[in-house]
């Protein structure tokens, strides 16, 4: 550990030179790695007492006699990140027709002509470039040495020495230049480059080897653009190459995130004390269907990102206990350091020191780089790799008092200290929160939080609470005007034209927007029982006066209405009941009894005991019959009330409810009660509107019985524990209107369904679907949301071959499958000549050319009407078509059947095969196993009661959390049922 007043890690003495090495022969080995300095150490120990100084040189690091044994860079280090690669570019097999082809583009939507924010490359030179690798020995434990060593002046000077052309540096293990140079090596002292005083042990000098290993032919790119060539890994290292000379001149002048660009001058807005969001540029290539200029464009859009702002460290933690902690009230209401010391010092489980919640909260802050106060000369930035904590420190934690390491005196001595101690005796500082864990950094010193100074612009990665997401949204929010204004700011920003690295390489990109022809599509009618609505170009339609195209079947005999803590009044509940009573008859509904009404007063512990008094009186106490429907009144937006309710009255009673805000109940307004009308029959199993005038007559998308299936996976926030969450939401209806959905955890952090989930799953939709048509299914469209190009490959060889098994082994016939890629995570934009009043795409705006592949099966749809900033469209991709509707039916049944949305009176922007499956498993995270104060894990003795429902009252447990090696090893604890009576209603809408 090194010492809080020493450099941290800091060099030994060297010769004080930079020194060109002999050239190692090809092929040998990889230099050995220094051993790091013993934990209790002092940075600034030189030679142990009477130990003899060697006269020799500093050693080479490697042994230049062996051959180099450095194994090739893995698929994934090649793939790279930041750049939007087609969906072949993941594939670890040669087969190029794994994916969907475009077999025509649309030809019946009514033509249109719109800007899109990608700006196209107008030129790349016929070139190739020579390929480097860069490797250091030792090998460093992060990524920011490799940037030091090669940012260093000797690495500079020597690159300078061999060519005037610029280099192009990946920041790790890969290097560019327009030109083939002879390897070259080099030792890099850090230390000595900075001016500082080397010492101890561990050594901050590295060798540098750059190394030619091959050339990137750019001619590749075009091959695999016009067709004549399949994807392969020359494509790849073309993309790699550009995605890197993008950004090589902006990340010298910005802070780079990921695809994103940022400076403290772009415009901000403080979300609270301590955190800001900020605007940046989004940039990055991506390949177009225009191939008839060059087939390439760079997409740029607008960013936005969470930074903590400049303040001590001290009162950031203060910050995060408070907001973050899991404090009780009265411990909220005195959060001085006294009170922070003993928040945070480890609680004791089981005969083992672990972390406390509130210690565990300042993960919060890990990465953020700081200065030291107590050396206001010092400019060197630190960075903080996590907040101490060792068991050996017992139960006051690792804070200045215990922490100790050995100082090394002026007389050649070591002593033992303590940080407190020291810090008085080298600095004569008196830390006053000595009691607090102190702060680890990167390079192994440690330090108390109070001497630090967290940097401004250090990026918030974790999600914000409601008050700083609204004041996000305000932020982020822009209308297409105004959006426009700001990329092309960006652009400007960027100054491609001055760029010295592009020119070094023969690209050229327009600062133009690029224009292109779009459709758009008919708008449907939308049919109820006695009325037609046209919304046209407007996107909206009303329910005055019309009548569901099915109300529900069972007349509402037995239903209840529950005010929760006298958020409402009993003259309130009552004239709601009335209203909602007679507005839901004018749909159509049918109620045959007045409501059971009650108020209870509970808190989340007593919820579930308070309920079991009132639920059986809706029924009269009947033990043969159930509550068709629950009304809840709330008294505000409680994320843990919510929760409670839903998982209590779906898991323990198997009842579908409709949770109320007070405040809507006491103003009982037509519009608001309509729309809890169309809820409310979908969840007793009505259809709200239909695209075909009569339930009789059937719309032309389905020629055969057919299922549309929509899948989707929810993850933990960072920081959180929480496992992933599938949800699969079938149609079972001939018209693909009503559906049914299945939820379940899917692992720590997994996107792919597992086959588990997906074999339980299947069978009882084919079995729903079979009981309410006579028929089986004999095709399938299977819309996917949230997967990336990078996991298209996936889709296909684990969740479609497992869907088709489950098929087989239930179907007689073997069903066909049209698999559909669904997202929304891009930065495309839209920028129609005439839009709507607000300056979007009409919904029905389909582009098909420009910002699409090549050759691949892809579109982009906007299909909403967007009430405010910049409309999304959805990129729809097609991998799998063994179905082959038509191109314009295929666009006009995703974009008309997004009127069938059971809850709205709009076309919603996504298919609502996909959309409710994200609503079905975003409710899912109601049935966790878990307690709603803090978002962790109940204990092993509450996962037990899984199978036994009757035990499932929700009551509050002692919270426990899953280790990284526990996970490893484990899947994570199943949902907790819902009851079998609601599995046939659409209970999550």
Same mark, same amino acid.
């Given at each position: 550990m090194s010492a809080p007043g020493s450099p941290a890690g800091s060099s030994p003495k060297m010769s004080g030179r930079q020194m060109t090495l002999p050239a190692r022969p090809a092929g040998s080995p990889q230099p050995s790695t220094h051993a790091r300095t013993p934990s209790g150490a002092s940075a600034a120990s030189g030679a142990a007492p009477g130990q003899a100084r060697s006269n020799f040189p500093p050693p080479l690091g490697y042994d230049p006699g062996k051959m180099d044994t450095r194994p090739p860079l893995s698929h994934e280090e090649r793939v790279g990140k930041r750049v939007d690669l087609p969906a072949d570019a993941y594939l670890k097999t040669d087969i190029s027709s794994t994916f969907a082809t475009r077999s025509g583009f649309n030809t019946e939507g009514t033509p249109t002509r719109l800007s899109v924010n990608q700006y196209p490359v107008t030129r790349i030179a016929n070139m190739d470039v020579f390929q480097y690798d860069v490797a250091l020995s030792p090998e460093p434990t992060g990524g920011v040495v490799y940037d030091k060593v090669w940012k260093s002046k000797a690495v500079q000077q020597k690159l300078a020495s061999v060519t005037k052309k610029p280099w192009i540096y990946d920041g790790r293990k890969l290097a560019w230049l327009a030109q083939s140079v002879d390897e070259m090596r080099l030792l890099v002292d850090l230390d000595e480059e900075r001016?500082?005083?080397?010492?101890?042990?561990?050594?901050?000098?590295f060798h540098i080897t750059i190394r030619p290993t091959g050339k990137v032919r750019l001619q590749s790119l075009r091959a695999y653009l016009m067709k004549t060539a399949p994807w392969d890994n020359h494509v790849l290292e073309c993309m790699s190459f550009l995605d890197h000379l993008l950004r090589q001149g902006p990340s010298e002048r910005m802070k780079t995130i990921k695809r994103s660009f940022f400076h403290p001058s772009m415009p901000g807005r403080d979300l609270d004390m301590l955190l800001m969001a900020c605007k940046g540029v989004y940039a990055s290539f991506r390949l177009s269907e225009n191939v008839k200029q060059i087939g390439l464009g760079v997409n740029v859009d607008v960013s936005n990102q969470t930074f903590?702002?400049?303040?001590?460290?001290? !009162?950031?933690?203060?910050?995060?206990?408070?907001?973050?902690?899991?404090?009780?009230?009265?411990?909220?209401?005195?959060?001085?350091?006294?009170?922070? @010391?003993?928040?945070?010092?480890? =609680?004791?489980?089981?005969?083992r020191y672990e972390q406390s919640e509130a210690m565990r909260a300042l993960r919060r802050l890990k990465g953020c780089r700081f200065t030291l106060l107590h050396r206001p000369n010092e400019t060197k930035e630190y960075k903080i790799k996590g907040?101490?904590?060792?068991?050996?420190?017992?139960?006051?934690?690792?804070?200045?008092?215990?922490?100790?390491?050995?100082?090394?005196?002026?007389?050649?001595?070591?002593?033992?200290?303590?940080? !407190?101690?020291?810090? !008085?005796?080298?600095?004569?500082?008196?830390?006053?929160?000595?009691?607090?864990?102190?702060?680890? @950094?990167?390079?192994?010193?440690?330090?108390?939080?109070?001497?630090?100074?967290?940097?401004?612009?250090?990026?918030y990665q974790y999600k914000l609470d409601p008050q700083q997401t609204a004041s996000m949204i305000k932020f982020a929010?822009?209308?297409?005007?105004?959006?426009?204004?700001?990329?092309?700011?960006?652009?400007?920003?960027?100054?491609?034209?001055?760029?010295?690295? =592009?020119?070094?390489?023969?690209?050229?990109?327009?600062?133009?927007?690029?224009? @292109?022809?779009?459709?758009?599509?008919?708008?449907?009618?939308?049919?109820?029982?006695?009325?037609?609505?046209?919304?046209?170009?407007?996107?909206?339609? &009303? =329910?005055?006066?019309?009548?569901?195209?099915?109300?529900?079947?069972?007349? =509402?005999?037995?239903?209840?209405?529950?005010?929760?803590?006298?958020?409402? &009044?009993?003259?309130?509940?009552?004239?709601?009941?009335?209203?909602? @009573?007679?507005?839901?008859?004018?749909?159509?509904?049918?109620?045959?009894k007045n409501p059971y009404t009650t108020n209870i007063n509970a808190n989340p512990a007593t919820l579930a005991d308070e309920l079991h008094k009132h639920v059986p009186q809706i029924v009269g106490g009947r033990t043969d019959l159930c509550p068709q429907i629950v009304f809840v009144a709330v008294p505000d937006k409680s994320a843990h009330v919510y929760e409670r309710l839903k998982k209590i009255f779906e898991c323990r009673y198997g009842i579908v409810t409709q949770v109320l805000q007070a405040d809507h109940v006491k103003k009982a307004q037509g519009q608001y009660i309509s729309n809890v009308c169309m809820k409310v029959n979908a969840k007793l199993g009505g259809q709200t509107s239909s695209l075909t005038a009569t339930k009789a007559k059937s719309h032309n998308f389905f020629i055969r019985p057919t299922m549309m299936i929509g899948v989707d996976v929810t993850h933990a926030s960072p920081g959180s524990d929480m496992p992933s969450i599938a949800a699969m939401c079938a149609s079972v209806d001939v018209e693909g209107y009503q559906y049914r959905a299945a939820v379940q955890t899917n692992g720590w952090h997994n996107e792919i369904l597992t086959d588990e989930n997906i074999s339980t799953w299947i069978p009882t939709f084919l079995k729903a679907y079979k009981e309410k048509t006579g028929r089986e299914v004999e095709d399938i469209y299977y819309f996917r949301d949230g997967v990336s190009e990078g996991q298209f490959a996936h889709v296909m060889e684990q969740e479609v071959k497992a869907i088709k098994k489950a098929f087989r082994e239930r179907n007689k016939k073997d069903a066909k499958m049209t698999v559909i890629v669904a997202t929304k995570r891009h930065h495309i934009r839209f920028f129609p000549d005439r839009g709507d009043k607000n300056g979007n795409p009409e919904p029905g705006t389909l582009v098909e050319r420009e910002v699409t592949h090549p050759f691949h099966y892809d579109f982009f749809l906007s299909s909403h009407f967007a009430l405010q900033g910049t409309a999304r469209p959805v990129h729809y991709h097609v991998l799998m078509d063994e179905i082959k509707p038509k191109v314009n039916n295929l666009q006009r049944m995703i974009y008309q059947q997004c009127y069938t949305f059971c809850r709205a009176t709009t076309p919603i922007s996504l298919h609502p095969a996909v959309y409710y499956a994200h609503l079905a498993g975003a409710r899912a995270r109601c049935h966790e196993n878990r307690d709603y104060g803090n978002n962790t894990r109940v204990p092993e003795k509450v996962r037990d009661q899984v199978n036994n429902p009757n035990n499932l009252v929700a009551k509050h447990q002692d919270p426990t959390t899953y280790s990284s090696d526990w996970k490893k090893n484990n899947p994570p604890p199943r949902l907790i049922p819902m009851q079998p009576r609601i599995h046939n209603t659409m209970w999550w809408v």
């Open positions: 001016g500082r005083k080397p010492g101890g042990e561990r050594k901050n000098a903590w702002k400049a303040n001590p460290a001290d !009162k950031m933690i203060k910050y995060v206990i408070n907001n973050y902690g899991g404090l009780s009230r009265n411990q909220l209401q005195n959060l001085d350091d006294q009170m922070i @010391t003993s928040v945070l010092k480890p =609680l004791v489980s089981q005969g907040f101490a904590f060792d068991k050996k420190h017992g139960p006051n934690g690792a804070n200045s008092y215990n922490v100790k390491f050995n100082w090394k005196q002026q007389n050649g001595t070591e002593k033992e200290i303590c940080i !407190k101690d020291y810090m !008085k005796e080298r600095y004569g500082y008196l830390v006053r929160q000595a009691g607090w864990p102190v702060i680890e @950094t990167t390079r192994a010193g440690s330090f108390p939080a109070e001497v630090c100074n967290i940097v401004g612009f250090n990026q929010v822009q209308r297409p005007d105004q959006r426009k204004k700001d990329i092309s700011a960006s652009v400007q920003r960027l100054d491609w034209a001055n760029d010295k690295y =592009l020119k070094a390489f023969g690209v050229s990109i327009s600062p133009e927007m690029a224009k @292109t022809e779009a459709k758009v599509l008919r708008h449907p009618e939308v049919f109820f029982e006695k009325k037609t609505a046209r919304p046209l170009n407007t996107g909206r339609w &009303d =329910l005055r006066g019309a009548r569901f195209i099915e109300a529900n079947k069972e007349p =509402l005999t037995h239903w209840g209405f529950i005010g929760l803590n006298m958020c409402v &009044d009993v003259r309130a509940v009552n004239n709601f009941v009335q209203q909602f @009573t007679n507005i839901y008859k004018g749909h159509g509904g049918r109620i045959a």
